[in-house]
């Protein structure tokens, strides 16, 4: 090996690694009916105010669910609350 590919090597394990989100993998949609439930929405005002059956938001909040790994509303709101560092689930007003 070279010097010059070595050198490259070291380089690329020395970059940061990106950190994701946990809602990473969603899809816009998906993204509009977290951002719904996050606000304390049921799932009957998110079918109105998107303008979709609520066996629709049933669909999109199961997706969801896998895709965060959680089982519930529940769990969703307290991954969002510790991956945003908010301890009392309210943005820090500083």
Known sequence: M????A???????????PVAGPDDALS?????ILDHLLRGFAN?????????????????????YG??????RTEVLLKFRDARGE?????DRG
């Open 2 to 5: 070279s010097s010059e590919i």
């Open 7 to 17: 050198r490259q090597v070291v380089a690329a394990f020395e970059e940061p690694t």
């Open 28 to 32: 816009r949609r998906e993204h509009e």
């Open 44 to 64: 009957k005002k998110i079918a109105t105010r998107l303008s979709i059956s609520v066996v629709t938001v049933k669909n999109h909040l199961r997706h969801i």
């Open 67 to 72: 895709k965060l790994h959680v089982l519930s």
């Open 87 to 91: 301890p009392d689930g309210r943005p």
